[in-house]
């Protein structure tokens, strides 16, 4: 059974950097390498969108507005996938959900909360 757990969430001020971090406890390494991962967000009264991916290849690609600003990275000895989000802005403010695709099929954590203000 596939359990996403995100964490790192929070309360960041404009400018300010936040680090976000997504594992499935149970997986085994093998197959945590050949996984897609992807973390979404989703702002007040905005659409679901994508904002970074990962892939087993070790390819990255981002969404326009954070390229620049945030990394999304992979540590496959932990077995987690963090996207380290730099000079924030308001917009930036919304539920970031990890995404894993694996052997075909697709599972979603149950998402943390990034808030910028001031």
């Known amino acids: 059974q596939v359990h996403v757990v995100e964490s790192g969430g929070g309360l960041v001020q404009p400018g300010g950097s936040l680090r976000l971090s997504c594992a499935d406890p149970?997986?085994?390494?093998?197959?945590?390498?050949?996984?897609?991962v992807a973390w979404y967000r989703q702002g007040p009264g905005k659409l679901r969108e994508l904002v970074a991916v990962?892939?087993?290849?070790?390819?990255?690609n981002y969404a326009d507005s954070v390229r620049g600003r945030f990394t999304i990275s992979r540590d496959n000895a932990r077995k987690r996938v963090y996207l380290q989000m730099n000079n924030v802005e308001p917009e930036d403010t919304g539920v970031y959900y990890c995404?894993?695709?694996?052997?075909?099929?697709?599972?979603w954590g149950q998402g943390t909360q990034v808030t910028v203000s001031s």
């Open positions: 990962s892939t087993s290849g070790g390819d990255t």
């Open positions: 149970r997986v085994i390494l093998s197959v945590f390498t050949s996984d897609t």
């Open positions: 995404n894993i695709l694996r052997r075909g099929s697709e599972y």
